[in-house]
């Protein structure tokens, strides 16, 4: 068995995000589309039969210890091969803004699942690993799987969809971030008035129908009462002023995202909104990383 090994945590956008019920347990029932894009951290990781599992990042205000949902995954993974003996450090290489909707500590422990069942030779299938990493986050099963997805409940259920259609995001992120449990607080304080066409946009996906995909591109958190969702307005404005087909808010922010058409010009763009905000980037689309069985 190799002692080290490097694994891609891919990050993910929200094509469309609904909140369809705020359960009695304090959660929240969501209904999204989710699609895994070309921007990555890179997960680096050192078995070291210390009993430790540690974690560095190349960003000194990410937590090394077990507040680092890389190193709960591992930990999660450890004892459920029964190895809780194994030690390991787990260098990240962040390029995925955090605080930004992009799912960033849900991709890396995502990463290490899939990177520790590939070098322990697969003791979890496909499935277990998936049903797994549920206990480390909502969104983690998502970031195992990777691709185009319908995920519900707390996210954890996903169905696969068909991939999206040959596209391109843009993607930008203003310098201040948002809290995830923040939004939700205040999401509960108004009443929606919008939700988002997820069947239609299923049933663009199914048909590869770029521009009625983008006609339904949605995010609820956008209606909250919060002063930085002008600057999301500002950035979705931007975006489609310059040929975007649909532009949104990815999960609870702050990063925005704009989608074109594969061969779109977006070099004055891209410049615009690095010139403005603190993070512009261009990204293509992951297809499924981890493939249940049947
Ligand atoms: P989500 O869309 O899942 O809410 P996000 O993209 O908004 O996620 P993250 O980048 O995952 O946010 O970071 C949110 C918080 O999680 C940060 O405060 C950070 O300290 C903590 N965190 C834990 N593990 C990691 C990790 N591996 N990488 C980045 N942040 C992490």
Redesign the pocket.
Known sequence: MPDRIEEKAYAKLNISLDVTERRSDGYHDMLMVMQTVSLYDEVSIMLNGSGRVR?R?SLAF??GDE????VRAALRFLSAIDAGEQGMDIQ?D?R?P?????????A?AAAVLRALNRMYGSPLSPEELEALSGDVGS?VPFCVRGGTALASGRGEKLETLPDMPECRFIICKPSFSIS?PDLFKKLDQIRLRCHPDTAGLTEALRRQDLAQICRRIYNVFEDVDDRRMNTVAEIKGILLDHGALGAAMT??GSAVFGVFTPGSDTAQVQALLKNEYAFCESAGCIGVLNAPSV
């Open positions: 974690a990042t990410v937590p507040r680092n949902l890389a990240i962040k995925i955090v605080g930004a909707g992009m799912g960033g500590g849900s890396d969104d995830t999960g609870t």
